[in-house]
Nanobody
Framework: QVQLVESGGGLVQAGGSLRLSCVAS????????MGWFRQAPGKEREFVAG????????WYADSVKGRFTISRDNPKNTVYLQMNSLKSEDTGAYFC?????????????WGQGTQVTVSS
């Protein structure tokens, strides 16, 4: 059974930084592209960033390009999201998932997420 455990969220002032982590189990982690999604209150879950299985390629939503960096450590089954220059509109619950392009591989299976709150 696939398990995704996100951590690293918190309350931060606008302009600050956070680093999120996600540990995956139950999958051959190095075989999958991985990504981050977020969901603000009252809004649909949206794609934030993705990285190829090797970590050599990455892609981002326009809203975070230049501010967020996704990376992965395959031996640790972990994907990271470094978030800099945070804005109030970055507030939301953040989730990691295996991805196909900008979509989740299995949209019925999500972790508990980690909450990011950016105060202005």
């Amino acid at each position: 059974q696939v398990q995704l455990v996100e951590s690293g969220g918190g309350l931060v002032q606008a302009g600050g930084s956070l680093r999120l982590s996600c540990v995956a189990s139950g999958i051959i982690f190095r075989s999958y592209a991985m990504g981050w999604f977020r969901q603000a209150p009252g809004k649909e879950r949206e794609f934030v960033a993705g990285t190829s299985w090797s970590g050599e390629s990455s892609w981002y939503a326009d809203s975070v390009k230049g501010r967020f960096t996704i990376s992965r450590d395959n031996p640790k089954n972990t994907v990271y999201l470094q978030m800099n220059s945070l804005k109030s509109e970055d507030t939301g619950a953040y989730f990691c998932h295996a991805v196909v392009g900008r979509g989740p591989l299995n949209p019925r299976n999500w972790g508990q997420g980690t909450q990011v709150t950016v105060s202005s």
